[in-house]
């Protein structure tokens, strides 16, 4: 088990020297990794990018980048920078969002969420993994006429669900490399979230997927 911190949130912007400090600060403290959520104000996969090349040593990722009002290649696009800014210590989380969130701030319908989140983890796995794709989905189409792939961006992106209802874990753990469950209690993890998951990546042939409890 490795310890980390949660240096931006919705609730909490701090300016850009300020967070380089902090994060410098949690590294020297020994905590291994920093996590930056997605606001309507920072950029998290560019923050993390930034302060990870600022604070060599220190892992650092994105909890959580909704996945509504986004496509897997220019998802795809901003992990891969962040993996090679950080020389391989990047980790992309992503989330569903809510419906309040997605309806008023995106105009968009917040409909067949657990298809979208599979659909999206399938064609972004091969475009972190080889730059290209050629997915062709109900809900979204993700293809590379031209090479997508970074340089410098290796290891691939590891990827990561904010998820904790049944169906959001068992997507998770066949597609994604671990989930994120945020204000799950011990017993809420070892007897839902962690059984669930794991089985699911069991069941698709996966490694056991990597667990980060986000607690305050």
């Known amino acids: 088990m490795t310890l980390g911190v949660t240096l931006s949130s919705t609730s909490r912007q701090l300016p850009l020297d300020d967070t380089v400090r902090l994060a410098r600060e949690a590294r020297d ?17 560019t923050l993390a990018a930034l302060v990870g090349r600022e604070v060599p040593g220190l892992h650092v990722g994105t909890a959580a980048l909704p996945v509504f009002g986004r496509h897997p290649l220019l998802v795809s696009g901003q992990a891969q920078t962040a993996q090679a800014a950080t020389g391989g210590r990047y980790h992309l989380g992503l989330a569903l969002g809510t419906r309040h969130l997605t309806e008023t701030a995106f105009g968009l319908p917040y409909q067949r969420p657990i298809g979208l989140l599979r659909e999206f983890l399938t064609a972004l796995r091969p475009l972190l993994e080889t730059g290209e794709a050629d997915f062709h989905g109900e809900l979204l189409t993700a293809t590379t006429p031209y090479p997508a792939a970074v340089p410098g961006a290796r290891p691939p992106v590891p990827v990561l669900v904010a998820a904790m209802g049944p169906q959001a874990l068992r997507v998770s753990g066949e597609l994604a490399d ?9 017993r809420a993890l070892a007897e839902h979230i962690v059984p669930a998951v794991t089985a699911a990546a069991r069941a698709a042939g996966r490694p056991a997927p990597r667990i980060v409890a986000l607690v305050p």
């Not at 671990?178 to 011990?186: D, I, K, S, T």
């Open 29 to 45: 403290a020994g905590l291994h990794s920093a996590w930056f959520g997605q606001s309507f104000a920072w950029d998290s996969p």
């Open 178 to 186: 671990g989930v994120l469950p945020f204000l799950a209690g011990p």
